[in-house]
């Protein structure tokens, strides 16, 4: 009897225990869940978080997906709590609209997270979490470095560093190197190739020289994008539990020494320029991100004054940005047509009418070429291989569609959901060219191709867009003019993306064949 007496008191004070931790987790879930918000505003709604991890396992493998799933029941502006913290994530393009370019100063920050302060030193023009002046000045700096160095001849200090003459040669390159790899083995790897000629398009821009296909200190370099990608890729945990950047990962001790091999190969080639530095000779865009380093003061009006290091980085943002994206978009692009032999030959076909076979294709041929053009906006819009921009962060408390959003929380732009919206396309996951065309073929419909949301919008928007839309554009249609592409007979197309900060598709071998016989020179 004593024993019952004993051991069922010991039973009750263990459930008086477990009582009171379920109580204090659920009092803090709610008091979290149930924000007191101003008046006249609702608080964001979205998923009940675990304790400690939060929404982190409602993510899954594809959190683009999830989060598309996820604002179907909550809409577009809904909060998860990723670990310790609070996320915002936006979907619908009106709602990202009023966010990033109605209320973009609100928007326009980045947020601090772990793995953003190991790129480029924590000096990093894109991942920082600076915003303000300085940050306005550095990407000011940079816009005009890119312009100079690309679009505008006449500030150039010499017609070779236009932009376009670089994608035209590197693109000529590459079709030659694929048909030698044709003549040796019968197929080849196009990323493998792809990458390459691209970063050489951004090396040339930056520090004024290209690499040889077979440099394999170059090679190593421009591979490591993906565990690059696969760190820096919206949702990491370990940016949003603190006690997993103090335990061993792979993932991120690869991470770390990814980014200590990017900075040391740029910091080799600045040092150079320094060196042979002539200030009436720019040579490229280190040479006057140096000059504007040693002027120091951003501009008339301003005390700030900008460290050599923060001018001198942006090098790194450039070059980095400068080629993952286009070799990407060129990739799925390469893909979407093996896949769809019949919108290769309509691409062909309209290339051979607008430019024939006697001259290469020019930026400016782009509005003769709407097919091309559809093509180009339709992988942008199915594949989103940038299923999020990279993260936000809201400067101030603000209000959006009426919820209360406090400052300095992480902003999520769901870019894939906007793509994949059937509210405003039709059959969003078919592959489909024509419906950005007008019905006669003849032209882009413009309202059509501004709802694809694939570099960002407002104050983060890409600073290489224009850039980017040409390289893609000259690539593909050197590539196409002279080279039809196929897939390796009985190889089985492996097109679903793996998740980061740029999907990927699944590497594959293609074989393609020249269209008519090369001609001697570009
Ligand atoms: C197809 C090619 C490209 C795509 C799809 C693309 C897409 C993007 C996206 C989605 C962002 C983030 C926007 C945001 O956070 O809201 C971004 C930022 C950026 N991109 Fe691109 N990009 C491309 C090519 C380039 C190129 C060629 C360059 C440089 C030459 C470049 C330089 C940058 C920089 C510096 C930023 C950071 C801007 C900032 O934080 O203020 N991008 N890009």
Redesign the pocket.
Known sequence: MIALISSFGEISATEVLIAFVVFSILYLLIKTYRKNVPEGTKPVPGPLPLPLIGNLLSLGKNPHLSLTKMSETYGDVLQIQMGTKPVLVLSGLETIRQALLKQGDEFSARPDLFTFRLIGDGQS??FSHESGEVWRAR?RL?HNA?KTFSISPSLASSGTTLVEDHISKEAEYLVRKFQQLIEEKGEFDPYRYVVVSVANV?CAMCFGKRYSHDDQEFLDLVNLTDEFGAAAASGNPADFIPILQYLPSRTMKNFVDINKKFTAFTQKIVHEHYRTLESNSIRDITDSLIMHSQEKKLDANSNVQLTEKKTVNIVN??FG??FD??TT?LSWSLMYLVANPEIQEKIQKELDQVIGRERRPKVSDRAQLPYTEAFILEMFRHSSF?PF??P?CTTTDTVLNGYFIPKNICVL?NQWQVNHDPKIWKDPFNFCPERFLNPEGSSVNKIESEKVL????GK??????A??RM??FLFLTTMLQQMEFFKQEGEKLDMSPQYGLTMKHKRCHLTAKLRFPMLATA
Do not use: K, P, S, Y
């Open positions: 023009l894109t990407r940079a890119l951004i943002d450039l940005a400068g994206t286009i978009a940038l921009t990279i936000h732009i694939i570099f960002g919008l983060r928007r890409c600073l290489g867009e850039i980017g390289e893609v």
